[in-house]
């Protein structure tokens, strides 16, 4: 089932989706994006789609860290990138953990589901928090 994206240039068509959530054709992802999926668990199809929203949230990112060698998030359902500003965007059942730094290389690997690139970024965290939820 294709991720519906609610234009944020286009307020009718934005106000549209909305309107097809409200009336239970459509589920609530995150602010803007929506499933047609009305029967799987949630946190199901955004592991589901875990690259695209990467891709729709979190424009100019790499998928970093262990995240990049594992290609799936931690057991506790953390999903590490690297970006140009800190930040940590929570989606059922998965939290995206954005970390400050050095964008995308041309040498970048390009994973074709994902309009982002991946690249092994060891940095301190990853001798220090050793465990299953470190970086």
């Known amino acids: 089932m294709p991720l519906v994206v609610a234009p944020g240039d286009d307020r009718a068509e934005a106000r549209r989706v909305q309107r097809r959530a409200e009336q239970g054709e459509l589920r609530r992802i995150y602010k803007g994006i929506y499933t047609t ?27 970093s860290h262990r995240s990049a060698l594992e290609a799936k998030p931690t057991a506790g359902g953390n999903y590490y990138l690297t ?39 060891p940095g301190p965290g990853v001798a220090r928090e050793p465990g299953p939820e470190s970086r």
């Not at 875990?50 to 424009?59: D, N, P, R, V």
């Open 37 to 63: 999926d009305l029967v799987q668990p949630m946190e199901t199809i955004v592991r589901r789609h875990l690259y695209e929203l990467c891709a729709i949230l979190t424009t100019d990112s790499i998928i």
């Open 83 to 121: 970006g140009s500003y800190r930040r940590d965007i929570q989606l059922p059942g998965v939290k995206l953990r954005i970390a400050e730094g050095k964008g995308p290389l041309d040498s970048d690997i390009r994973i074709p589901t994902f309009h982002g690139n991946a690249r092994f970024k």
